[in-house]
């Protein structure tokens, strides 16, 4: 798969080859083209066609980079997974047109693979409720009222949604069965709402140096999520003199108020709702066909729920 990003996004342009080797060669954990390999082994193997499984998961992969890009963008992030991102490095302006060319790639290997399927559309609604769910978080930065269920809503289109892409198309182009379809779909969406939880918690619970970006970034930036709003929601007169400086919070006040969310619980509570979450998908994955891939894919879950602080 990562031979084949590699091809696409290479260029007689020597001018930008070296860009587009960082964005070929950028690799997190490569958790949404597993699962969606993962998944396709739930199906019919002789009907499947391992040429089309590895583009559509090259796709995916595709879709995430150029997601992330942008994100870095906005949060002028210097670092991901360790190393300088592409808009430290090149610059925001080459960053953007980056994540764009990503897209474009991305729409490619959709036509190549699923013309004449309704995973062309799939996959636009997913896009569309990826950038749904950023826009949504940007709308409620310094918002001091946003519940719970608001947050949920916002990481359901954000983050959740591309894995219950990867985990549907996965299982859908592995030609499994329509409840395996089903399934996949659901414990898809239970795992990407856990993984963000708990991506969230670590923020508060880990170290750059462990994280491999910087940490506590979000309260900076007026993103409020569930360890902070679980704590604030108990003593919100504490929080609300630290909160009220907005942009004008210092790093010592930042440090501050992560001791508070630790002091009230925030963090613990945040545990129990990935937990839960991860349970849903745990019941979900006990329903599959009983097989070795079944219980890989029950292990990547569980394993998402014990990352290092």
Known sequence: MNELISKRLSTPNTAVQDLLAACAQEQ??????GLFLLFSQLGDQQQQDEKQLFKIAASLELLHRASLIHDDIIDDSPLRHGTITIQADYGKDVAVYAGDLLFTVFFQIL?????????????????????LGELSQMHARFN????IDEYLENIKGKTAA?????CTEGAYFGHANKE??????????????????????????????????????????????????????????????????RQSITSQEIKQVAKLVHRYGGVKQAKQLAQTYTEKALADID???????????????????????
């Not at 001091?144 to 519940?147: A, E, F, G, P, Y």
């Not at 591309?162 to 990867?166: E, G, I, Q």
């Not at 599959?288 to 990547?300: A, C, G, M, Y």
């Open 28 to 33: 997190g954990k490569l958790l949404r083209p």
């Open 111 to 131: 036509i190549e693979t699923m013309n004449g399927t309704p995973y062309m559309e799939y996959n636009a609604s997913s896009m569309k409720k990826l950038l």
């Open 144 to 147: 001091k009222s946003q519940t």
């Open 162 to 166: 591309l894995f219950k892409l990867a």
């Open 180 to 245: 395996t379809i089903a399934l996949a779909s659901r414990i898809g969406e239970n795992i990407g709402i856990s993984f963000q939880i708990f991506d969230d918690i670590l923020d508060y619970a880990s170290n750059t140096k462990i994280l491999q970006k910087p940490v506590l970034e979000d309260i900076s930036q007026g993103v409020y999520t569930s360890p902070l709003l679980f704590a604030a929601a108990i003593h919100p007169e504490e929080f609300a003199p630290y909160l009220d400086k």
């Open 287 to 309: 329903q599959l066909p009983q097989v070795e891939t079944t219980t890989k894919i029950r292990k990547i879950a569980l394993t998402l729920l014990k990352r290092s602080y």
